[in-house]
T-cell receptor, first 116, second 113 residues
């Protein structure tokens, strides 16, 4: 148990569906992240939120839409995805806050997404 | 250049042997080098990390060796055990924060009993 919980663990959706991934952290952290993990590729940072404010968006297609209502919750809204978007989507948190950040990411177990 | 190059892609080591995974980087601004361990069905977890003011850091059976001039760092697992079988990712970042990490592609390590 890392203190970061992701739901659902598995999701199958068609290209015209709309779905959402949810992440919750119980660590009191101030920064939350979405990463994409594909086979034989580096972990790809998608979005970063610090104190609920989006601080990074790594040229992610608009069919992925993040939402961070508070420092403990993070969502990834999905719509009109492509088969190449099939991957493991990992949520992570860190202490955040600039120099107070220790640099350690705490990952959830991921949501395995399959786009048909 | 933000890339971190990791090798080998996969590695098989006999129980009790030494596992060595290497990473190289180009960006001289990197000043934080963590290694993450990921078991099947789990998210990555921080294993050990080093900053460039030291050339080596050891925690139990795990050691990071860092060569600043060569822009390379490596993970050594001594007395490798079957429970060490996992995927290992190196990463590099600046400023010590977690939001600027660049990850390698990962090494799938299998320790044979």
């Amino acid at each position: 148990e890392t203190g970061v919980t992701q739901t659902p663990r598995h999701l199958v959706m068609g290209m015209t569906n709309k779905k959402s991934l949810k992440c919750e952290q119980h660590l009191g952290h101030n920064a939350m992240y979405w990463y994409k993990q594909s086979a034989k590729k580096p972990l790809e940072l998608m979005f970063v939120y610090n104190f609920k404010e989006q601080t990074e968006n790594n040229s992610v297609p608009s069919r992925f839409s993040p939402e961070c209502p508070n420092s403990s919750h993070l969502f990834l809204h999905l719509h009109t995805l492509q088969p190449e978007d099939s991957a493991l989507y990992l949520c992570a948190s860190s202490r955040g806050g600039g120099t107070r950040d220790t640099g350690e990411l705490f990952f959830g177990e991921g949501s395995r997404l399959t786009v048909l | 250049q933000q890339q971190v190059k990791q090798s080998p892609q996969s590695l098989i080591v006999q129980k009790g042997g030494i596992s060595i995974i290497n990473c190289a980087y180009e960006n001289t601004a990197f000043d934080y080098f963590p290694w993450y361990q990921q078991f099947p069905g789990k998210g990555p977890a921080l294993l050990i990390a080093i900053r460039p003011d030291v050339s080596e850091k050891k925690e139990g059976r795990f050691t990071i060796s860092f060569n600043k001039s060569a822009k390379q760092f490596s993970l050594h697992i001594m007395d490798s055990q079957p429970g060490d079988s996992a995927t290992y990712f190196c990463a590099a970042g600046t400023g010590g924060g977690a939001d600027g990490l660049t990850f390698g592609k990962g090494t799938h390590l299998i320790i044979q009993p």
